[in-house]
Structure formats: C-alpha cells, structure tokens
C-alpha cells in the first residue's frame, strides 16, 4: 500500500524556522514528483512546493518563495520542506502528496502535520 | 497562474438526487483537470483525473466532463458519504499546480 507520513509540525513564533518531513513507502520513491499542499484553518488547498522524481528540478508558490526549501533524500526515502522566516499566514496543515502515473494529480496523500506560527 | 473558480461555494442537494460542480478555469488546460473530495480532518481524496477518469475505487456515481476552461463534476444519486467538499485541481502548468476554492456540498 502507498503511504505518505509527515511529521515535524508544532508551534513556533514568527520568524522563527521549522523542517518538515514526509517519509514516503509503498511505491519507487524516486520515479514520483512530490508535492506539499497547504490549508490553512477554514480554508481551502494551496500547493506550497514541488520536487521532480530525480531532485533536480524545485518549484514554489510566490508566496514561500525565499523561505521555504524543498528537498528530498533517496535513502530514506523521504521529502523534507525546510519552513525559514516563518509569519502567521504559514499557519496550516501541510500535506505532502505524489503524483500519480500519468502525471500531475496527486493520488496518495499523507494525513497532514499541523503548523502554527504564534 | 491559472486561476480556478468553482461554483457554486455551497450547494445544497437531497440525498438521491444528482449533484453539479463547476470550474472554471482562466486559461486552457486542455484536460489536465484534477477532483479531489475532502470531509473534515481528512486528507483530500483523488476522484477525478484527465478531466473525466475516475480514479481506482471511486464510485460510477461519480463522473467528470469537460476541456480547455470550462469542466463539471456530477455525482449521480448522492448518498450521505458524499456530503463534503470538492476542490478541482489544474495541473498543466507542471507542477504548479492550482486548486479551485471549493464546493461545499450540504444535505438539504
């Protein structure tokens, strides 16, 4: 069974920094984009970061762009987001997420960890 | 960035009737038209991908139409389980990927 779990979420005052992590088994972990979506409270998704199969190639919203770091390590087969400068606005559930086969839908998807800039 | 716009925000249909989502988006993308439904405290969950295929165990109940701007969600025959919101997704522009703001959908 594919499954995503993150972890890493908690409290922290703004400006400060926190590193999320997303271990990742049931699939070839590096053949999938991997993503993060965030949703802060009452609202809707936003996707945050994206990170090829192979590592090479980053993407970011506009609105972490700067901050955030997006990153993956094979061997433990595990994408990290790297959250610096952290502002209220940061405060959210991140979910990480995998591409499915055919590309850009996201079919798995972890439960979420919670972050509160405060 | 390609703007997603569902509608209505809130829809309110009677369980064994049939439901339609909208969403719009501001420039083509062809069909690479994601749904997701997501119930309080879970994670979102694939329903819909390629504008029109369902995703492994979703229900022929659910079903998706559309191309270029303009695509639709329906759920045929809504059961209590469906009761929760729908969020579309574009993702031609790889991978930055856009997400409508969602449809409440609510029992009537």
Known sequence: EMQLLESGGGLVQPGGSLRLSCAASGFTFSSY??????????????????????????FYADSVKGRFTISRDSSKNTVYLQMNILRGED????????????GGYMDVWGQGTTVTVS | ???????????????????????????????????YQQKPGQAPRLLIYGA???ATGVPARFSGSGSG?????????????????????????????????GTKLEIK
């Open chain 2, 69 to 101: 701007t303009d695509f639709t969600l329906t759920i045929s025959s809504l059961r209590s389980e469906d009761f929760a919101v729908y969020y579309c997704q574009q993702y031609d522009n790889w991978p930055m990927y856009t997400f409508g703001q």
């Open chain 2, 52 to 54: 029109s295929t369902r």
């Open chain 1, 91 to 102: 405060t959210a559930v991140y979910h990480c997420a995998k591409d499915g086969a055919l």
């Open chain 1, 33 to 58: 984009t991997l993503t993060w979506v965030r949703q802060a409270p009452g609202k809707g998704l936003e996707w945050v970061s994206g990170i090829s199969g192979s590592g090479d190639r980053r």
């Open chain 2, 1 to 35: 960035e390609i703007v997603m716009t569902q509608s209505p925000a809130t829809l309110s249909v009677s369980p064994g009737d049939r439901a339609t989502l909208s969403c719009r988006a501001s420039q083509s993308v062809s069909s690479k038209l994601a749904w």
